[in-house]
């Protein structure tokens, strides 16, 4: 049995050093393998990464695993550019170990532990390494989970008593070295070399085993310490993935609002395109468009053909006349149409329509087709790709309505289908068009040659302009208010001197008004491009320019109505209709809103009281108008006249085009001398029939003392104006009523009762007409240009004609200055008074005219003034001297005694002296009380006369004589009594002078 035994335990310990020999010569190529890619990684600094791929060479079964759980958890970590370089280090080191690395036929199955063994003293856990590691790396603990493979590879040469084979010193250095530096591992390529490199023999590889059977417990540090740093590397990783993450997720957040944003811009690049263009009208209301451009189906009658189908068009007091409010259709056809031809192609954008206009009937269409052509023979209604687009339009006849396509239509006919209405067919329309790129333009196209603001300003704006021109030319120009509205918003006034905020002596006022009514804007603007083209072209020395600044102080108005215009500027220009706008907030027509001198001057000279009683001129406010119904803004142009010494001016205003002058009330009827019965009234007749009436009655016609003058203020501008004369046009709303003069007397044409233009001239010196500026009360600011251009001339030239008479001063010998002194001229019953500086101006056509100066206290002076054709007035001054009734006056008073009238004795030598004493001692207001007596006086003879024959004839008989004295004393003597009350009026057979005016 003992011989038996021995070679079984020969051939188990042969079997035992043949495994340990395998086993060696794979440690020792493993650890040649793993020294070349330790140096490759230690040269790239990344100590992890060796010990990740150290791991993943080790032939045993533990390290195998691990090495797949590395490969699965690899690509879940990003890589940097070192991990790149170490993993293709590490791919060239698999492959050189696989070279030399002798493939087993299978691999042996590593042994399973029973029990977890604990682990020996030696392995403790290693140091923190010194400076070589990288700062990152973390001192890590030993896995327990690794210690078994190691444990069982350890026991196994103890069990068979190896552990003398191999030298001790070279283990305890290889365990030792770990704890000095765990990391410089090429410290261990040494003592892997010196076996394999000092034997030739085969036969002393048994030391080999025996020092790599205590390699694995330098193995074991190693793998234990790649653990340690694996997890850390781990946590490291987890911290860098959920901040990866984290960052991800606001990233991605950030990309989704970058996104949102960028399609919020693109939506609002790609809005406007699908917004209607803006195009301005063609010119259905403002006259642009001519007559023969328009064309409908049928007609009612004549008045309502298709010619009264422009936008705003207004019909005649008789809505039967030939005047119609709208365009309307023949009920009885089958196809309506209204069509217009632009001549050219354009850019159809939309229409604006209309309902009639009319006090008693209530028609407007209320939906339409639109249809175009540029042959007018084949039509296209449009569409939106499914079917004909049916356009809804008015639910009234007054608001106008816009219609805008949904994308411009190039054509030249355009032809509106009304498919459903509301009473008759009938309405009003505007076109919206723009003109082609590369159409040319024609003859109503116009360029502007000055660089100005051609825009609508609102009241802001407007104060903003006129402002930066008061910074532009601050030497001639000067912003005041005249007075504030209803609302609180301040009427601001230009003026435009070579002295402005002062009256110079000899210097004329002229004044500009516009905005009286809120919606007739077009005025507003043409004075504010007025403002400006003055201050440039003085700044450039325009001659003209500098001599109206230097010669005339100008004051220019834009808007007498603030309130008014910003309810019509918000609407805008196409949406307003006739009447929004024209009146203040307060509901008063400021035009219409001034007193009515008229009705007592015509009365007054029925009663043969002008100009002894009641003047010609100058005429007082009657008391308590100014507590009635006044506007705000019409007391402050009051106020604003009375003390300004105004010569001439014209208020704009819109809606026709034309030029009225005064009176602009209609004087009432009145029974002729034969007792006939009164003219028939204005409202009765049409108005050829009432011009014919006034050429034949003088005493009906409405002119003023000045006729000749106002027609030719008013023949100046209109035809200074580029259109206002063309008569083929016609007037806005019926037909030309000028003959093609383009001016016409307000009362003979739209008679107001109060207006503007008869009070300044029976209340002022100024004298005022009212101008027309257009059809269009708000036109688009496209054809802004075109009115500048059309009213430029027109405004200057009338500004020129303040020029037009004489001028002069009123003083006394001493040298004083007159105020209030009165110049009447000979042949013309309307006089004027001198300024507070005693300087006046009288405008006259040329003549030769007897020009004669009042002044209470001074005897009066007459001289022969000629006013020639030149551009500037006739010097025509006065020098007064004290009148002798002045100091009989002042003796008088002082013995406290009163003048009377001469007693009836033959040739009393007091007879004058008394009666020109009573008129000068009397106060001013009682001069109408001893008129009145008088006229007493004359009434109670006639009754006398008719009450008895014989005191008639008595009383004759007495006063036969007086009479006869005094009509030779006043042929004598030229007395206050003639140069007062005349010699037609009160005859001396009328006066009785047994009575004494203190009598009564």
């Known amino acids: 049995m003992q011989t038996s035994r021995v070679p079984l335990c020969a051939v188990l310990l042969a079997l035992c050093w043949i495994v340990t020999f395998l086993i060696n010569v794979e440690l020792v190529d493993t650890a040649k393998s793993n020294t070349r890619s330790r140096d490759v990684q230690t040269r790239k600094n990344s100590s992890v990464q060796s010990k990740r791929d150290e791991l993943q060479e080790t032939p045993s079964e533990d ?43 299978k691999k042996p199955k590593p042994p399973k532990p029973t029990k977890k063994p604990r682990p020996p003293k030696p392995t403790k856990k290693p140091k923190a390494p010194k400076p070589t590691r990288k700062p990152n790396t973390q001192k890590t603990t ?31 250095t290889e365990i030792k070295k ?160 209204f069509q217009l031809d632009a001549r050219r192609e354009v850019e159809f954008t939309g229409v604006i329509t209309q309902g009639r206009n009319s006090e008693s009937h209530n028609d407007f269409v209320s939906s339409f087709f639109v249809a175009f052509s540029n042959d007018s023979r084949d039509w296209t209604v449009l569409h939106d790709g499914y079917a004909e687009w049916l356009f809804y339009g008015n639910v009234d006849k007054d608001t106008p309505v816009m ?35 590369t159409s040319y333009p024609t003859e109503n196209d116009v360029q502007p040659t000055e660089d100005l603001d051609y825009r609508h300003h609102n009241y802001k704006e407007m104060r903003q302009m006129m402002k930066v021109i008061n910074e532009e030319c601050p030497n001639i120009t000067r912003i005041y208010n005249i007075g504030k509205s209803s609302q609180g918003l301040k009427m601001y006034a230009m003026e435009i001197s070579d002295n402005p905020g002062e009256h110079e002596k000899g210097e004329p006022e002229f004044r500009y008004t516009a905005g009286l009514h ?116 019409t007391k402050a142009i009051i106020a604003w006249m009375e003390r300004t010494p105004f010569v001439l001016g014209a208020n704009l205003q819109g809606g026709e085009k034309i030029v009225v002058y005064p009176f602009d009330m209609q004087r009432p009827t009145r029974a002729d001398d034969r007792g006939n019965q009164p003219v028939l009234q204005y409202h009765q007749m049409n108005e050829e029939t009432w011009a014919r009436i006034q050429r034949q009655n003088e005493g009906a016609l409405r002119e003023t003392a000045d006729e ?162 030149d551009a500037t007035a006739t010097p025509c001054s006065f020098t007064l001297t004290k009148s002798n009734w002045a100091r009989i006056q002042q003796i008088m008073s002082q013995s406290g005694k009163k003048p009377r009238l001469a007693t009836n004795s033959k040739g009393s030598p007091n007879s004058r002296v008394g009666v020109e004493s009573t008129r000068s001692t009397a106060a001013p207001q009682n001069e109408r009380l001893r008129r009145l007596r008088l006229m007493r006086l004359r009434r109670l003879r006639l009754e006398r006369m008719k009450g008895s024959m014989t005191t008639v004839a008595t009383t004759t008989t007495t006063t036969r004589p007086p009479t006869t004295t005094m009509s030779t004393t006043t042929e004598a003597t030229t007395s206050w009594y003639d140069s007062w009350f005349g010699k037609d009026s009160v005859t001396t057979e009328d006066y009785t002078f047994e009575y004494r005016i203190d009598d009564y």
């Open 63 to 105: 390290i195998q695993l691990d090495e797949a759980v590395v490969e699965k958890e690899k690509p879940k970590s990003r890589k940097s550019p070192e991990e790149v370089l170490a993993a293709k280090a590490k791919k060239a080191a698999e492959k050189e170990a696989k070279a030399k690395k002798p493939k087993p036929t």
């Open 142 to 172: 030993t896995t327990p989970t690794r210690r078994p493979a190691v444990k069982e590879e350890e026991k196994l040469p103890l069990e068979l008593d190896w552990d003398t084979l191999s030298p001790t010193e070279s283990s305890k």
């Open 178 to 337: 770990p704890d000095q530096d765990e990391v410089t591992e090429p410290d261990l390529i040494p003592e892997d070399k010196k076996p394999t490199g000092n034997t030739d023999d085969p036969r002393i590889y048994l030391p080999i085993p025996e020092e790599t059977s205590n390699a694995p417990p330098a193995v074991t540090a190693w793998y234990e310490e790649y653990d340690y740093a694996d997890l850390a590397t781990k946590k490291l990783e987890e911290e860098m993935e959920r901040e990866r993450k984290a960052k991800e997720e606001k990233a991605e957040k950030l990309r989704k609002l970058l996104e949102e944003e960028e399609e919020e811009e693109k939506r609002k690049q790609t809005l406007p395109p699908a917004e209607p263009k803006k195009c301005p009208p063609l010119g259905l209301e403002s006259h642009r468009v001519e007559d023969d451009q328009i064309l409908a189906s049928s007609m009612s009658h004549h008045g309502f053909s298709a010619l009264r189908g422009r936008l705003n068009m207004q019909s005649s007091p008789d809505e039967e006349d030939v005047y119609g409010g709208a365009w309307c259709a023949d009920t009885e056809e089958k196809e309506h149409w």
């Open 403 to 437: 219609t805008e396509f949904s994308y411009p239509v190039v054509a030249r006919h355009i032809r509106v289908l009304p498919q459903s209405w509301n009473g008759s067919l009938c309405m009003r329309l505007e076109v919206l068009g723009c003109p082609l790129p």
């Open 518 to 633: 809120g919606n007739e804007v077009l005025g507003r603007e043409l004075l504010l491009l007025l403002m400006q083209f003055m201050c440039k072209e003085y700044n450039d020395d325009n001659p003209r320019i500098r001599r109206l600044v230097d010669g005339v102080r100008i004051h220019l108005v834009p808007s007498l109505n603030p309130d008014a215009y910003e309810l019509a500027y918000e609407m805008g220009s196409e949406m307003g209709n006739w009447a929004l706008g024209h009146w203040t907030e307060e509901g008063y027509d400021i035009f219409q809103n001034f007193p009515d001198l008229n009705s007592i001057l015509w009365g007054a000279e029925d009663r043969g009281w002008v100009p002894r009683i009641v003047p010609n001129h100058h005429i007082a406010i009657p008391e308590n108008f100014l507590n009635g119904s006044v506007a705000v803004e």
């Open 708 to 869: 000749n003058l106002f027609r030719w203020l008013a023949m100046t501008y209109a035809h200074s104006h580029l259109t206002m004369t063309e008569n083929h046009r016609g007037s806005c709303h019926t037909d030309d009523i000028t003959g093609g003069q383009g001016i016409i007397n307000r009362a003979s044409w739209k008679p107001v009762v109060g207006g503007m233009n008869d009070f300044s001239y029976l209340h002022t010196n100024c004298f005022e007409i009212s101008i027309f500026l257009g059809c269009d009360k708000f036109p688009h600011e496209s054809e802004l240009a075109m009115e500048w251009e059309n009213n430029r001339e027109a405004l200057l030239a009338f500004i020129e004609q303040v020029h037009r008479g004489i001028k002069g001063v009123v003083r006394d010998v001493d040298g004083n200055l007159l105020a209030n002194a009165t110049i009447s001229v000979e042949g013309i019953k309307h006089d004027m008074k001198t300024a507070p500086t005693g300087d006046y101006w009288r405008l006259l056509n040329p003549g030769e005219y007897r020009v004669t100066a009042r002044a209470d206290g001074y005897s009066s002076q007459t001289r022969l003034c000629v006013v020639g054709y």
